[in-house]
């Protein structure tokens, strides 16, 4: 399984960005996509997921409110909506996939490449 990732790029604070990531193959009821992000000196850390076929979704306190993951089964692509964004939300972003929801990266067994978001002040 490949996951892409797209969609980062560089906005000022207040602003918002649209993340999708699109799986090479068909995503299961079972799975669970989510994203993960990474600052610089920083620990890769859990942003949000959801549950494929529930449709149920999971956010890091710092973001709920501000960010929306959605799905688009017949795409196989998961979105991030970045509403809001300040300077903490600046790093690489990943999409990950897996079968069993979990906050920490060994959750997931597939992980696309990073797209950076970067937000100036």
């Known amino acids: 399984v490949q996951l892409q990732a797209s969609g980062g790029g560089s906005v000022q604070a207040g602003g918002s960005l649209r993340l999708w990531c699109a799986s090479s193959?068909?995503?299961?009821?079972?799975?669970?996509v989510g994203w993960f992000r990474q600052a610089p000196g920083k620990e890769r850390e859990f942003v949000a997921a959801?549950?494929?076929?529930?449709?149920?979704?999971y956010y890091e306190d710092s973001v709920r409110g501000r960010f929306t993951i959605s799905r688009d089964s017949a795409k196989n692509t998961a979105y991030l909506q970045m509403n809001s964004l300040n300077t903490d939300d600046a790093a690489v972003y990943y999409c990950?996939?897996?079968?069993?929801?979990?906050?920490?990266?060994?959750?997931?067994?597939?992980w696309g490449q990073g797209t950076l978001v970067t937000v100036s002040s």
């Open positions: 990950v996939m897996g079968t069993q929801y979990g906050t920490t990266p060994n959750s997931y067994n597939y």
């Open positions: 193959r068909r995503i299961y009821s079972s799975n669970i």
């Open positions: 959801i549950r494929w076929g529930t449709g149920i979704r």
